[in-house]
């Protein structure tokens, strides 16, 4: 913790990137953990194209649970303490995999969602969004009157991230001097490469209580919760 806290004092940059664990104690699933997300449901059924085609349906009743889930959830002192972060750092960029909004709910600004989010849907067809309400996309709505459907705006497998978010992302990862990452077991990618491909020069540190796939390629390694061990770093700072 100490060369965490001696590497934040000393940045100008940060860059964090954070993945379902940092809202786990929000209530909320993380996709691979025990009664992980895609323990219990099949990704191809849900989160991808194909999947959407076959059975829209589905996949909307799906996202409707999920998007009254994140309403019902609270951001935690984990979100809190990156959101006090981002207001003692000149330069704060914080990329999220998480669609649950979570962290604009805790007043973080400068925030990336990398895999889209879930306050909006957008037709296959012709592009048009729509807002929806916390309860989801009611199912008899699915259907645009261009011909199109509408679909979550999310990411699946498969699919680009959104071009500016991932430049900025990027360009952020790059010019940091310190690279904070929460809650994620860095296995999907282009996300998991923001921590490791394109700043040498960068102190990475990972909290998690839980090794991951960049645990021995980085410089500082906490292993405890979002919320057990934030609050503490920002206390210290
Ligand atoms: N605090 C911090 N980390 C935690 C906590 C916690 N309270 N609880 C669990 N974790 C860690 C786990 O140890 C694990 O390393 O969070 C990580 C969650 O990893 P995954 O379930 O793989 O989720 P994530 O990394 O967010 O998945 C990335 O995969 O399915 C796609 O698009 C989806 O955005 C998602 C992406």
């Known amino acids: 913790m100490e060369r965490l806290v ?7 940059s940060v860059f964090v990137l954070t993945g379902s664990g940092i809202s786990a104690e929000s209530g909320l699933p993380t996709f691979r953990g025990i009664n992980g997300l ?6 191809e059924e ?20 999920r998007k009254s889930a994140h309403v019902r959830a609270e951001p935690n002192a984990g ?20 669609v649950d909004s979570l962290h604009l709910r805790a007043g973080s600004s400068n925030v990336l969602e990398l895999h889209g989010n879930l306050r909006e849907a957008r037709c ?10 916390a309860t989801g996309l009611p199912l008899d709505e699915i259907d645009h009157e261009c011909g ?4 979550p705006d999310i990411v699946w497998f498969g699919e680009p991230l959104p071009a500016d978010v991932w430049r900025a992302a990027q360009t952020g990862a790059a010019r940091a001097d310190v690279i904070l990452v929460v809650g994620t077991s860095a296995v999907v990618y282009p996300a998991a490469a ?7 020069r960068a102190f990475v540190a990972e909290v998690n209580p839980e090794p991951t796939a960049i645990s021995d390629r980085i410089d500082c ?6 919320v057990e061990l934030l609050p503490r770093l920002l206390d210290d700072l």
């Open 6 to 12: 001696a590497a934040l004092r000393a940045a100008r």
């Open 38 to 43: 895609w323990r219990t449901h099949r990704v």
């Open 46 to 65: 849900l989160a991808s194209p194909e999947g959407f085609a076959r059975d829209p349906v589905l996949v909307w009743t799906w996202y409707n649970e």
């Open 79 to 98: 979100h809190d303490a990156l959101a006090r972060l981002e207001r003692i750092v000149d330069d704060f960029t914080l990329a999220t995999q998480n």
């Open 124 to 133: 296959t067809r012709c592009g048009a969004r729509r807002a929806f309400e």
């Open 148 to 151: 199109g459907k509408f679909r």
């Open 194 to 200: 923001l921590a490791t491909h394109y700043n040498e």
């Open 221 to 226: 390694v906490l292993r405890g919760t979002a």
